[in-house]
Nanobody, 118 residues
Framework: QVQLVESGGGLVQAGESLRLSCAAS????????LGWYRQPPGKQRELVAT??????????NYADSVKGRFTISRDNAKNTVYLQMSEVKPEDTDVYYC?????????WGKGTLVTVSS
């Protein structure tokens, strides 16, 4: 059974930093792409960042809106993917979701709310 559990959200002020974590189980963690998405109110869920498996370089990919401010990383020993958020802006306020795709099926965590005050 696939489980993705996000944590680390909260209230921060603009310009500050925050680290989100996603603990995964029930998946071949080392061998799949991991991602973070967010969903603005009334809009579709959008990509924030993804990271490939270490075996193919552990390469990150970022949405233009977060490039240079956010960093995605993975710890294969802990089955955990992180999103380090720096220089946050009020427009980063959203629910952040962890994502994996396995056998053509998208799996999502329940999300963690990040609120950035100006």
């Amino acid at each position: 059974q696939v489980q993705l559990v996000e944590s680390g959200g909260g209230l921060v002020q603009a310009g500050e930093s925050l680290r989100l974590s996603c603990a995964a189980s029930g998946i071949p963690f080392r061998h799949i792409v991991l991602g973070w998405y967010r969903q603005p109110p009334g809009k579709q869920r959008e990509l924030v960042a993804t990271i490939t498996p270490i075996t193919v370089g552990g390469r990150p990919n970022y949405a233009d809106s977060v490039k240079g401010r956010f960093t995605i990383s993975r710890d294969n020993a802990k089955n955990t993917v992180y999103l380090q958020m720096s220089e946050v802006k009020p427009e980063d306020t959203d629910v952040y979701y962890c994502n994996v795709m396995l056998a053509g099926i998208n799996y999502w965590g329940k999300g963690t709310l990040v609120t950035v005050s100006s």
